[in-house]
Nanobody, 123 residues
Framework: VQLQASGGGLVQAGASLRLSCSTS????????VGWFRQAPGKEREFVAA????????NYADSVKGRFAVSRDNAKSTVYLQMNSLKPEDTAVYYC?????????????????WGQGTQVTVSS
């Protein structure tokens, strides 16, 4: 499965961005999908995840109330709506497909990773 994350960019604090995660070669409609991020010099961290049908979502405490994950299985695409962005949200954002259908927060539960998209938030 090849995943592609897109939608990153350079924005000012308080702005919004919507990231997309899509796959063209195989559907991910039966898989949970997660978003992770990694800032320079820091470890990869969990951001959000959604189960195969959207019934379960999980968020990191740092993004609760600001980010929302959703999916459109007909388009085999998962979205991450990011509102009220802060400079500390600056990172490369990655999407990944889980081995199962739930919404795990541990990166070890994911076996397909896309290339990341850079999000930079200026103060």
């Amino acid at each position: 499965v090849q995943l592609q994350a897109s939608g990153g960019g350079l924005v000012q604090a308080g702005a919004s961005l919507r990231l997309s995660c899509s796959t063209s070669r195989r559907t991910i409609s039966n898989n949970g999908v997660g978003w992770f991020r990694q800032a320079p010099g820091k470890e990869r961290e969990f951001v959000a995840a959604i189960s195969w049908n959207g019934g379960i979502t999980n968020y990191a405490d740092s993004v609760k109330g600001r980010f929302a994950v959703s999916r459109d299985n007909a388009k085999s695409t998962v979205y991450l709506q990011m509102n009220s962005l802060k400079p500390e949200d600056t990172a490369v954002y990655y999407c990944a497909a889980a081995r199962g259908s739930t919404a795990p927060i541990n990166w070890r539960s994911y076996n397909y990773w896309g290339q990341g998209t850079q999000v930079t938030v200026s103060s």
